[in-house]
């Protein structure tokens, strides 16, 4: 009996839970929570809490399978319009960001001068004294 009674209030809790996202505008996450809180009820409808007491297959059992079944096609459903759009809450606005990021236009980089040059090759040992040759010819020396 008090196994009932708590099941029974764990599952009111959830939905409170689930009408609080509802009222939020988020939907699917609400309907999630709802399916997990009509598990613990089912659960009571079904006999598995009591299972030892009364396993018989009576209408409530039955009716515990409908909603347990019910619960399932919620997170079914809640999974598939996930994928559909492409993933959790989280990742579509990571998206969602990295968009607006990419639509604004890269910080611009400094301006080129002219085309590139190649930096002088160090002279080799009988370069640098060909110069100071050439210089003191030039003066008779």
């Known amino acids: ?4 009674t708590v099941c029974s209030a764990v599952s009111a809790a959830g939905l ?4 609080v996202t509802a009222y939020r505008k ?4 609400a309907t999630r929570i709802a399916a997990y809180s009509l598990v613990p009820v089912g659960l009571v409808m079904t006999g598995v809490v009591g299972w030892l007491a009364d396993t018989a ?7 515990g399978f409908v909603v347990l ?3 399932w096609v ?26 607006r990021q990419d639509a604004v236009a890269p910080a611009a980089s400094a301006p080129s001068l002219g085309p590139a040059t190649r930096p002088a090759a ?17 003066h008779g020396l």
């Not at 009996?1 to 009932?4: F, G, L, R």
């Not at 988020?26 to 996450?29: E, G, I, Q, W």
């Not at 297959?57 to 009716?63: D, E, V």
């Open 1 to 4: 009996m008090i196994a009932e």
């Open 74 to 99: 919620l997170f079914a459903t809640t999974c598939a319009v996930e994928r559909r759009r492409g993933g959790t809450r989280k990742e579509r606005r990571a998206a969602a960001r990295a968009e």
């Open 16 to 19: 409170g839970v689930a009408a």
């Open 122 to 138: 160090a002279p080799r040992a009988e370069d640098d004294f060909s110069d100071i040759e050439a210089i003191l010819k030039k």
């Open 69 to 71: 079944g019910g619960a």
């Open 26 to 29: 988020r939907f699917l996450a």
């Open 57 to 63: 297959f009576s209408p409530t059992a039955w009716a």
